[in-house]
Each structure stands twice: as C-alpha cells, then as structure tokens.
C-alpha cells in the first residue's frame, strides 16, 4: 500500500467527494481538502522506518495521494534544510531562530513541492496537460515538473513577475503568455482558456487538491528534523496561502497519528505593507479578507490581492494562537542584507519578510526571546537579483585596489 487516500473533503462543509477522479474546487466554490486513513497508516508505517528512507518529499508517501509508485514524478525534491542562525539569531534577540531553506529545492523555490505531487497526480488521474496563473514561482515550477511527466503546460504570468521565471517557463517548453495585470487577471484569462481545452486541468491555487499535499511536507520536514516535536513558532509568507494551510494541515495529521504530541507550534502569517490583506482580516477579526487597491510589494510572489483559501489561513493563525503581521518593503530588503552578511544566506524577498517580522515581533514583545523560532525561506535569492543594487566602478586593468 503506497497510499493511505481515502477522499476529498470540502474545506466549508466537510462533504465527502470522490478522489480519484479529477476534481476542482466543491460546489460551493471552496477548495477540497485530501484526507487520509490514518489509523491504517499508523498501523502500516512508524516514524523511525520513515527515517531509513530517501531524503526526499516521498518518503511521507503512505500521506500523499499517489496511489502507484510508477506515477511519482520527481527532480529529488524535499528535505531541504533546517539551519540553526546563532548570528543573525542573537542579532534579533532570538537565540532559538532557525531557517528551513526552501531555496534549494529543484527550480529555486518550495513551489516544486506542491508542483511534484500535483503533477503526478493529474498524469495518475490521465490529465493531458496543467494551466495555471502565477506570480512567478509556481509556474515555472509546474512548467517544469509538466515537460518531466510528458504533460503540456500554459502559464500565465504578470509581466512584472521575476524574469528568471518566465524563463524557466519557457526553457522547459510551457506556452507562457505575459499580462498587463496581477495574478487574479491572469487567472480570468487561464479559466477561459481551459474552458476551450479539453483534458487540461486548472491548476491555480487551491483550484486542485493537491498542491496543497507536496507543500505540507515541509511541515512533516520541519518536525521529524527536530526530533519528531515541533518548534514554538513558525513564520511563513503569505500570499495564495497555500503553504502555511499546508503546514497547519501536516500538524493536525502528525497529532493524528500520534506522532506528534503537545502544543501546536504558534503559525504566523507574514505580508508586505503593500498587500495585506491577511494581516487587515486578522486584526479586524473577519473571517475572509477584502482585496487592497494598488497592491504593490517588492516580494512578488505575496502580492496576492485575494487568496481562495483566507478562510483557511486565518483558521491556522487563530487556532494555533499565532498572529498576522505586515512589514514594510524597507524593512525587508534591510533583513535580507542582514541575514545575509550575518549568515553567508541570500533569501527570497519573501523570506526576508519573515525575519523583519521576528524583529517586528521580538521589539514589540509578542516573541521573548526564549521560543524555538523557524522561518519558512521560500526561495533562492538568486530569482530575484534586482534587490540587490550593485553600483561600483570599474578598475582599469593596470590600476589597484585601493588600500583601506
């Protein structure tokens, strides 16, 4: 038995639907949730053969929904890992802080997670080909992971999202098409054409169930890493919000399985100042969020107006008794300089949102200074090379180099 699957659930009604044909969202409109036998995978598999395995995302795979272990499509994704940042940690006031690297998964960012196990899903379920709009990240993540599995791939992207992805996109042979917009205009534009596209499956954020199960290992990562117990708080940047839902779901399945005992670790969302609608539904105390006009953040990849499952994430915060918090893009892109020249790491600027918001958090007395903290990097640096300016001048080849 490779997988434990045993069917859908609407995130609203917690109705059951079918999960081995292809699906979207549930009548309502809400995303659709995987959920598993776990008693059955209690019983089948242990944490500590889970530890004799590959060190990649498929070694949770009785909690993935690949039924047959011919249909898993990889690039070695997985077990990134969880680096202890005394430096930049004392600098905060948080001895405690820890980073789990995410930008060194195939295609520079954790959007391969959820890529590797949706793809090879929808080839299991016959899919002929994926779409999806994307920030960026996401799409060349699924472009790639689709030319692997032989399936097509149609992106949609801002024409202001990072140009390493576009061309991500396009080296693995997606047909990629740039829009003068945000992502929620490049959905429009992909629902349409997928409605013209028979046997191509939507892909957009929580539009498909099973994204969100390549994201949640990083969840199962985080806590078997730390010996099978989980921090006091984890940060993460939040955009489409598919990665801390993913998260707080691995958390809730872990206590299932008993694999995971005491308190769950406190989850907090991280936005930029430009587009917080997370952090405004928090505070405010709404269930659902309401879109920002001029959404606009350095940290593309959260520019995300309004997110399917807000739902969902302010579930994950408030139940855990975490919290949202904005920070500005100053402040972000001062942290990934910081962290960066104390730790020798360059993060995504989504990530270093994340550590302005230890700062943020540890000044105003929410963290003190004695937690067990991890922050969610999503990505390399390197996708992003327009935050850091270098303005420097040229030697002429017989010159030196001036003595300090």
């Keep these: 038995m490779y997988s434990t699957l045993s069917h859908l659930e609407c995130s609203r009604d917690g109705s059951r639907h079918d999960a081995d044909v292809v699906q979207g969202t549930s009548p309502l409109g809400a995303p659709l949730l995987a959920r598993y036998d776990l008693e059955r995978a209690a019983a089948t598999v242990t944490p500590a053969e889970i530890g004799t395995r590959a060190p990649d995302l498929w070694r949770y795979h009785e909690l993935l929904p690949v039924r047959d272990p011919a249909h898993v499509v990889t690039l070695g994704e997985g077990m990134t890992p969880l680096l202890d940042l005394p430096r930049h940690g004392a600098r905060l006031g948080v001895p405690g802080l820890r980073m789990k690297d995410e930008g060194l998964v195939p295609t520079g960012a954790f959007k391969a997670r959820g890529a590797a196990v949706g793809v090879s899903r929808a080839a299991e379920l016959g899919v002929a080909g994926i779409a999806m709009p994307t920030n960026g990240n996401a799409g060349a993540a699924w472009a790639c992971y689709a030319a692997r599995a032989g399936l097509s791939a149609l992106i949609a992207m801002p024409v202001d999202a990072p140009v390493i992805t576009r061309r991500e996109c396009v080296v693995s ?37 099973y994204r969100i199960e390549g994201k949640k290992t990083m969840g199962y990562e985080i806590v078997e890493q730390l010996g099978w117990r989980a921090p006091d708080v984890i940060l993460y940047p939040t955009g489409g919000g598919v990665g801390i839902i993913a998260i707080h779901k691995a958390l809730l399945e872990l206590q299932e399985l008993g694999w995971l005992t005491g308190d769950l670790p406190r989850l907090v969302a991280v936005q930029a100042t430009g587009c917080a609608p997370i952090v405004d539904a928090f505070h405010a105390g709404l269930d659902e969020s309401t879109p920002p006009a001029n959404a606009h953040t350095v940290a593309f990849g959260i520019t995300v107006p309004k997110a399917l499952g807000d739902f969902l994430v302010l579930d994950a915060v408030r139940s855990t008794g975490g919290t949202a918090v904005a920070v500005t893009d100053e402040d972000l892109l001062a942290a990934q300089a910081a962290l960066a020249r104390d730790e020798g790491t360059w993060v995504c600027p989504e990530g270093a949102a994340c550590f302005a918001a230890v700062a943020q958090l540890r000044e105003a007395g929410w963290l003190d200074g004695s937690e067990d903290v991890v922050v969610l990097n999503t990505g390399t640096g390197l996708i992003y090379p327009d935050t850091v300016p270098v303005d420097l001048p040229v030697l002429p080849k017989d010159g030196a180099i001036p003595a300090r």
């Design 173 to 209: 042979g997606a047909e990629l098409h740039l829009v003068d917009g945000l992502i929620g205009d490049a959905g429009r534009l992909i629902a349409a054409a997928v409605a013209q596209r028979p046997g191509v499956q939507d892909t957009s954020t929580l539009r498909e169930p």
